[in-house]
Structure formats: structure tokens, C-alpha cells
């Protein structure tokens, strides 16, 4: 048991000394949403996962709301918020009629 | 959201021969009223001034006359009229990146360093009790108003040119180089701007949501 342990805290300072950062790692993770990391890199980003549950959250946290984001796109209109103004929606409507009738 | 309005919200094509008679001159005034504060709270939240969001929704109507077409569906209506809103809002941005720059130098502080360790041989990496928290059912939380509400009260934080480019990207989905090439930005100084806005919202989501769901067990 004690053996065991000594080579998972060996294993876990090798693969720390050996891969990027997890301030890099979370630089990374935003990269790779941009454009394809290369091989070598995403190996290195695996690796660290292994011994690092809060960067694997974070990866899955931000590509969870890259994904779900466009929802927000949709849903803007609906949430509850101030909507036109009385003044603003009157002078809007005297806009269109106004161009209304020039387009007739 | 209807599953009816989702669909529409693929560009529609011309309708396929319609001989109804066209319903969109008869009355554009019900356009104004039925759509306008939908185009106006989606216009706000992009531009984040009022004045410039009625002009916002002003011109998309004006182009919509222009431009007229009939449609069957109010729904398919009101994806075409956001279709010409979000073009409006990006010539807005366009005209705002060749005034001035866009760079977001303030946000450049790495405001989440309080997270990582700051020396020692563990430095950079994550403080374990401030650090991402494991987030309990993420998928349910999409179906809540509530949480859609406080992504975007989050997003409503970011600073304002972080918050546009952030909503490009991740909410409109336009490709990263378009991006640049509207604003007049480095592809690297967008990565910046993206990877601080994905992080700062990530952590106001947490501690704003995911964390009060956990203590409402």
C-alpha cells in the first residue's frame, strides 16, 4: 500500500513537471475552440486530466456553454426586461408609415 | 421557445408560391407592436444603449419594407426580421471598429489569478478550494428561465467590447477570423478576449447558479 502510494505521488509530479500549466491548461481549453491543437499538445492536455479534476471540469464547464450558448440567441427576446418605450415604439411606427406610403 | 419558432429560425427561403394575399403591407404598425419589444430587448442586450437599440430596431423594420416579403407564419416572420436586426447590430460594429480599437486592454489583468497558486512548485495551478467546483446536472439547468436569465445578467458584466465579441463568437457562432476582420482585431487578441470572457463567465455562473442550486438541497 505504501508502495502504492509512493509511485502515485511520483507519477502525479511527473505528469505535473511534464505538462502545461493549469493556468496554461485553461488558456488551452479556450484555444482549442478556436482552432485544432496539435496532437503532441492535446496528448499533453489528456495527461494532465488524469491528475487534475479541476482543470477536466473546467474543460467540460467551457465547452459546455459553447455549446448552449446560441440558445441564449434565441431565448434574448423572451426573458424578462424592459421593452419599448412608448415614445420609442409611437416614433418607430410614424417611421413606417412614413415609408410606407413612399414605397407605395 | 415553440419547437414551431425553432424551426423557423433557419433562414427561410422564398415561400414556396404563396397566392395568399400578401399579409405584410396591410398593417406594418402589428410588426411594431407584436415583434418590436423582442427586437428591442435582443438589441439592447447587444449594444447596450438604449438610444442606439430603438435605432437599431428603427432600421431593421425600414429594411424589412424595403425588402418585403410575405410570410405564412408569424414565427418565420420573426426570425427574419432578427435575421436583419443581427446585421444591423454587426454594421454597428463595424463602423465602431474602424473608429476605435477594439482591444479590451483593462480586462487584460488576469482577474482570475486569485485561483491559481502564486509560487512554489505547484505555481499555476488551480487553488483546490476556490478552483472549478463539479456542477450538479448542468443539462437541467437549460430548461429554467432563471438560468438563462443569469448568463445573461453574467454576460451583461463582461465588459462591453469582451461582451461583444464574446457574444459573436459563442451566442451567433460567426467564425473567428470574420470576427477579426469586423472589429479589425488580431486573431490573438481575440483568443485573449474570448478566453477571459468564457472564464469569467464560467465563474459567475458557478457561484451566481450552480453553487445556489447545490444549497437549495
Redesign the interface.
Known sequence: MKLFTSLKTRFVVWV?YHTP????M??LT??A???PLTLRMRMKMRLHFVI?A??R??FE??N???E??????????????????FE??S???T???R??TL?? | ?SVE??IA?VPMAESPASPAPSPR?SD??R???EH???????A??RLRD?LKA?DA??ET??AA??G?KSFQGRSAEKSWL?GILKNKICDHYRKAGRETSFTDLEFYQDE??DR?IPDGP?????I?EV?????DS?GAS?DS?VF??T??DC?NKLPKNVATVFNLR????VE?KEICAMLNISENN??VM??RA??A??RC??TNWFAKQEGAK
Open positions: 505535473w500549466t493549469c493556468a496554461e485553461s488558456r479556450s484555444r475552440l478556436e482552432q487534475c479541476w482543470c471540469r473546467y464547464q467551457i459546455f456553454l459553447h448552449h450558448a446560441p440558445r441564449l440567441g434565441m431565448r434574448l427576446g423572451e426573458l424578462p426586461a424592459r421593452g419599448l418605450s420609442a415604439r416614433r418607430i411606427k417611421q413606417v408609415r415609408n410606407l414605397a407605395l | 421557445m419558432s425553432h429560425a403591407l406594418p404598425e410588426w411594431v407592436d418590436g419589444d423582442y427586437l428591442f430587448k435582443y439592447l442586450s438604449p430603438e430596431v428603427q423594420f425600414l419594407l424595403k418585403g432578427v482570475e489569478s491559481f505547484f505555481k499555476d495551478g488551480w483546490h478552483g472549478p467546483q463539479e456542477w448542468p437549460l428561465e438563462w436569465q448568463y445573461r454576460s459563442e451566442v451567433d457562432g473567428s481575440l483568443w474570448l478566453h468564457r472564464m463567465l464560467r455562473l458557478e
